[in-house]
């Protein structure tokens, strides 16, 4: 497994999107958002919603751009299949919504229940209309985060950033079954 | 005759006097119905999005801590984003209020049964989600009890209203979405909302 150590692109997403004036942080979590869900946690200018499913994140972001502030939703991809109906919202009416999709079901995947919805992530998500781009390394994430962050608000759309499990490092089940992680 | 609540009779009171309260309607009846006692452009009725009508309701009412929000939804609505009560439970926004219009029925679709009718109790499990206030509705004395709360801003609320199954004309709301989503915004933001 290839794993970038300690990179550095949550701080500076953080940093960024603390820099934008986004203040709802809505959250389904997965491993490859850990440091930037802590760094977001910490930030007393955000507010950090856990969410029981995706879905919820795409209405609750609504209802903040209603009412004035900016959002994001983090996410995994098998979460994007949770989120397709509700997409609804910001694409009949023009809401800004920035996706931030950590991937599974792709580079070097160890669970074949993963495969399914992370293969089709982007094919589902560019049906329903959603702007859809991709970082599949480190070092892009934080240039690509900018760039989808100004496309969602500033053109009024639901644009998703997936990036990807070579970013992240596929899960190692195997092992998992030799000893527990500290 | 049913003695159960009409629930036109009920959002009129819910929205006498409204002043400055926002007020989100969920897919189908509570969106003709918050647009029967008068559209306004602090409404925001929906014409989809089923099951988000609470989770748009805290979105707002966490961007905007000193103004009052309220959800009018169905029992069919609400069911279809029950984790929405955990959610907004662990938040406790004290400006959102939920308020579900409950006829057991999908009224959009032919009238059928929703769980509502079986004995699912929508205000328990409010309650067991964690919302402190989750009274159940039955009459007009309380639903002007109801309205107070609402505007007193002590939440979060929810509160579960019996309705009668009744089929009523509908009072369509505007239906463009960005339509709907500007002149909320500029309602509450002001002008400069349009420049953002």
Redesign the interface.
Known sequence: MKKTADPSWPDEVHALLSAAGVRQVAVVPDAGHARLIRLCEKDKSMCVVRLTTEEEGVALLAGAWLGGEKGVLLMQSSGVGNCINMLTLPIACQFPLLMLVTMRGDHGEFNPAQIPMGNTTQAVLEAMGVIVKRADRAEDVTEMVSGTLRLAFNTYRPVALLIGQRVLGAKDFRKLTQSVPK | MSKLLRRREVVTELLKGRGDL?V?GGLGAPAWDITHAGDHDLN?PL???????A??????????PKRKVLVVTGDGEMLM?L??L??IA??RPRNLSIVVFDNERYGETGMQETHTAHGVDLAAMAKAAGFAQAPGVRTMGEVSKLRKRIHAGEGALFAQVKVDPEKLPLVLPPRD??Y??NR??VA??GPD?LQ?
């Open positions: 926002m989100i925001f014409w989809g999005a089923m099951g988000g009508a989770m748009i309701g805290l979105g707002l009412a966490l961007a905007q984003g984790g929405a955990a959610t662990v938040q979405g960005s709907l989503k909320f915004r509450l933001l909302a953002q």
